[in-house]
Antibody, heavy 123, light 106 residues
Framework: EVQLVESGGGLVQPGGSLRLSCAAS????????MIWVRQAPGKGLEWVSY????????YYADSVKGRFTISRDNAKNSLYLEVDSLRVEDTAVYYC????????????????WGQGTLVTVSS | SYELTQPPSVSVSPGQTASITCSGD??????AGWYQQKPGQSPVVVIY???KRPSGIPERFSGSNSGNTATLTISGTQAMDEADYFC?????????FGGGTKLTVL
């Protein structure tokens, strides 16, 4: 059974940092691209970041570029998101999800999602 | 940046057909996906590559995409289909989600 379990969220002051983790199991993690998606309270989904299987290519939403860093450790079946210089507007549930590419990012969809971890940025 | 626009809400009577639209510039030239999210739960993909259904998704869910509009159609809508629905597409090294549509079955 595919499982994605996020952790690392919490309450942090503006300007602070956190490291979010996503533990994967039930599939060969190293062969799948992965993403982070966030959802502010009562709002819609926002794609945050993407990483290829080997970690060589990474994409970021403009809203987090330069402040967030995605990485992965295939030996530990884990995905990470370093979130720095946090702002109040970064408050959200952060989900990791598996990318099913179908041969190209154009075709890709997200077939498994974790339960999310809540990041609250407040003074 | 690319934008996808959805109606905030759609209402449907049980057993009837619900249609949720997603509009974007030349969206028909891209592939659209659709996600269902029930309160307190994580999103679930119900349609990908415009019209493909993942295993386990009921046949009443279908999709189409042409011109500037992708459409999610739910035939014979059931109470359990009440949820938020989000469309998704890829553009210029980013994924974009629509703002979401709240489907009410009443």
């Amino acid at each position: 059974e595919v499982q994605l379990v996020e952790s690392g969220g919490g309450l942090v002051q503006p300007g602070g940092s956190l490291r979010l983790s996503c533990a994967a199991s039930g599939f060969t993690f190293s062969t799948y691209e992965m993403i982070w998606v966030r959802q502010a309270p009562g709002k819609g989904l926002e794609w945050v970041s993407y990483i290829t299987t080997g970690g060589n290519t990474r994409y970021y939403a403009d809203s987090v570029k330069g402040r967030f860093t995605i990485s992965r450790d295939n030996a530990k079946n884990s995905l990470y998101l370093e979130v720095d210089s946090l702002r109040v507007e970064d408050t959200a549930v952060y989900y990791c999800a598996r990318v099913y590419s179908g041969g190209s990012n154009q075709r890709a969809h997200f077939d498994y999602w974790g339960q999310g971890t809540l990041v609250t940025v407040s003074s | 940046s690319y934008e996808l626009t959805q109606p905030p809400s759609v209402s449907v009577s049980p057993g009837q057909t619900a249609s949720i639209t997603c509009s974007g510039d030349k969206l028909g030239d891209k592939y659209a996906g659709w996600y269902q999210q029930k309160p307190g739960q994580s999103p679930v993909v119900v349609i990908y590559e415009d019209r493909k259904r993942p295993s386990g998704i009921p046949e009443r869910f279908s999709g189409s995409n042409s011109g500037n509009t992708a459409t999610l159609t739910i035939s014979g809508t059931q109470a359990m289909d009440e949820a938020d629905y989000f469309c998704q597409a890829w553009d210029s090294s980013t994924w974009v989600f629509g703002g979401g549509t709240k489907l009410t079955v009443l």
